[in-house]
């Protein structure tokens, strides 16, 4: 794709310069540089065409979901009941939405997320818009899907606190989500790997 593009890094920092960060316009020369090294033109690199552009970034026909956890719309309804949940934390005050706000850009906001009992995290939360098309997920890349993901958060000490076999038996005692869960996998059994499908589809 690089062939296709004609000059104008230049005016491309003049434009930027007035609304860039210093770090940020900092990491466009370096990106500049870069593609210039690869094209063997130091002082002229190519910008992409409108058509380039659109190809790749063109909106995907569908959400990928694997083999092991296919979309269902029963499934995403108990998804989504799990995600407003405050069942889910051991205070029964946190839900995911708590970090996870969708009228928050499904974020809560904050510089560092918050815990269940109000106490503050090492880290922001992120959004969690796209992440059908992301891996591997958390800061460090530790989770290599959603489904992966998904409990970490219910269950770790510091967010939301809930031991899975005491949020299994909670749930399970709620007729509702058997029901649900019935719909969802055929069987009206709360597990914890049904709560961790579920939330990924969602």
């Known amino acids: 794709m690089l062939e296709e593009w004609p000059i104008v890094f230049k005016e491309m920092f003049r434009t930027a310069r007035s609304g860039l960060p210093r770090g940020a316009l900092a990491g466009l020369v370096a990106i500049g540089l870069g593609l210039a090294a690869a094209q063997g033109a130091p002082d002229q690199v190519a910008v992409p065409t409108l058509a380039s552009l659109q190809a790749l970034y063109r909106r995907p026909a569908a ?37 996870h706000n969708p009228a928050l850009g499904w974020e809560d906001g904050l510089r560092r997320a918050r815990g269940d009992h109000a106490n503050t995290l090492r880290r922001a939360s992120p ?32 967010e939301m606190n809930q031991p899975l076999d005491e949020l299994v038996a909670e749930l399970g005692a709620v007729p509702g989500y058997r029901r649900m869960f019935g719909e969802a996998f055929g069987q009206e059994q709360v597990t914890g790997e049904g709560i961790a499908a579920a939330l990924a589809t969602f």
């Open 63 to 99: 959400i990928p979901f694997p083999a092991a956890n296919p979309y269902s719309d029963a499934k995403l309804r108990l998804g989504q009941a799990l995600f407003f949940d405050p069942r889910l934390s051991r205070s029964n005050a946190t839900s995911c939405a708590s970090c």
């Open 127 to 158: 959004t969690i818009l796209n992440l059908a098309w992301a891996e591997p997920l958390m800061w460090d890349g530790r989770k290599d899907s959603l489904e992966d993901q998904a409990l970490g958060p219910v269950t770790d000490a510091g």
